[in-house]
T-cell receptor
């Protein structure tokens, strides 16, 4: 079973920041937080991952709380193409099979 | 260039038939996976495989078997298809697992476009 809890859905206005929360209160010290997304009818796509520190790449930012029990994925300027299901996954490494939860369905609205 | 490709994209077949889905990755990865996404959109791991180890999700029926002719391919064979096998099947790959270093970002899994299997 997934070790994460996410809201089932969220809306975001186009051009605004989308902040997607995730709770992972049982995360262990050597587990990473990974974010993937699945755009309709496509395979999941990696977004970002982190262990303790906040991370940023060209797609998004990941903010992990100091106690590591929760995190937030930030899409700084959401576009219509960011409409997708976003999955927060806790894993020892990205090479172990991913355990997907139900994710958050993000709808970006024009 | 497609990193992870699957064929066919759609597969419609009758109950009881045997079918295969092919997966190829051109990323030079050592670990490949098969995931199943059912009608409720839950994604679950079926197999992970590298040249050293096959790990099978214990809930997968033995009618399903992965076959790897070489490092770049992991095909999925399904015998005696049942109605409940209807789903979208995704192949994925990643850099070699237990030797990869997440801190260096080597562990991203790349997914194929999926194969929608419909059993009638």
């Amino acid at each position: 079973d997934a070790k994460t809890t996410q809201p089932p859905s969220m809306d975001c206005a186009e051009g605004r920041a989308a902040n997607l929360p995730c709770n992972h209160s049982t995360i262990s010290g050597n587990e990473y937080v990974y974010w993937y997304r699945q755009i309709h009818s496509q395979g999941p796509q990696y977004i970002i991952h982190g262990l303790k520190n906040n991370e940023t790449n060209e797609m998004a930012s990941l903010i992990i709380t100091e106690d590591r029990k929760s995190s937030t994925l930030i899409l700084p300027h959401a576009t219509l193409r960011d409409t997708a299901v976003y999955y927060c996954i806790v894993s020892l490494s990205g090479n172990t099979p991913l355990v997907f939860g139900k994710g958050t369905r993000l709808s970006v609205i024009a | 260039d497609t990193a992870v490709s699957q064929t066919p994209k759609y597969l419609v077949t009758q109950m009881g038939n045997d079918k295969s889905i092919k997966c190829e990755q051109n990323l030079g990865h050592d670990t490949m996976y098969w995931y199943k996404q059912d009608s409720k959109k839950f994604l679950k791991i079926m197999f992970s495989y590298n040249n050293k180890e096959l790990i099978i999700n214990e809930t997968v029926p033995n009618r399903f078997s992965p076959k790897s002719p070489d490092k770049a391919h992991l095909n999925l064979h399904i015998n005696s298809l049942e109605l409940g096998d209807s789903a979208v099947y995704f192949c994925a790959s990643s850099q070699d697992g237990f030797w990869g270093d997440p801190a260096r970002g080597y562990n991203e899994q790349f997914f194929g476009p999926g194969t929608r299997l419909t059993v009638l």
